[in-house]
């Protein structure tokens, strides 16, 4: 990556140099508490440049919540950041096996869950239509949004590399 993260990141408009590490966003994250979540390691480390931080697993257990940003000191918008972040690890072809899976299960059927014939049955005894107003009821719907997907190159992005 021959850009900066950290000019990339305040190109996108998240100023994290002016993070004074305080620690109120890995205190307030709901997430940080059950798993190895620590945002403020994931903002310390796209503030020194390290591009690790794209590989780095822990960088897809936020939740996208927002409370670290909405108690952040600062103002800075932290989640938005991580989201950033998370978009350029894409970019450069970091993406988990599951996020993978359901990329390709959205493009193959346009849902990330498609619906199985178990579920239509219940829906069914429920009083409902056995598949709801989506794509997945609508054929050229779904062509419509497999063309999309490919004409932004989306297949593309999340092919494995």
């Known amino acids: 990556m021959s850009e900066k993260l950290v000019d990339m990141l305040k190109t996108a408009g998240f100023d994290v140099l002016s993070c004074m590490q305080c620690g109120t966003c890995t205190g307030s994250c709901p997430s940080g508490r059950h798993t190895g979540f620590n945002t403020r390691?994931?903002?310390?480390?796209?503030?020194?440049?390290?591009a690790e931080v794209l590989s780095d697993d822990d960088l897809w257990l936020c939740t996208t919540c927002?409370?670290?940003q909405e108690r952040c000191p600062r103002g800075i918008p932290?989640?938005?950041?991580?989201l950033e972040?998370?978009?350029?690890?894409?970019?450069?072809g970091f993406i988990l096996p599951e996020h993978r899976k359901v990329s390709e299960m959205v493009m193959e059927c346009g849902h990330a869950v498609p619906l199985d014939e178990e579920t239509k049955k219940k829906?069914?005894?429920?009083?409902?239509?056995?598949?709801?107003?989506?794509?997945?009821?609508y054929p050229e719907a779904l062509e419509e949004l497999k063309t999309l997907l490919k004409c932004c190159?989306?297949?593309?992005?999340?092919?494995?590399?």
Not at 41 to 50: E, G, H, I, Q, S
Not at 126 to 134: A, F, K, Q, R
């Open 85 to 92: 972040l998370r978009r350029l690890a894409v970019r450069e």
């Open 123 to 137: 829906r069914e005894e429920l009083g409902l239509e056995p598949i709801p107003e989506t794509v997945q009821k």
């Open 78 to 82: 932290i989640t938005d950041a991580i």
């Open 153 to 161: 190159k989306f297949d593309q992005l999340v092919a494995e590399k």
């Open 41 to 50: 390691r994931v903002l310390r480390d796209a503030r020194k440049n390290k």
């Open 66 to 68: 927002y409370t670290c």
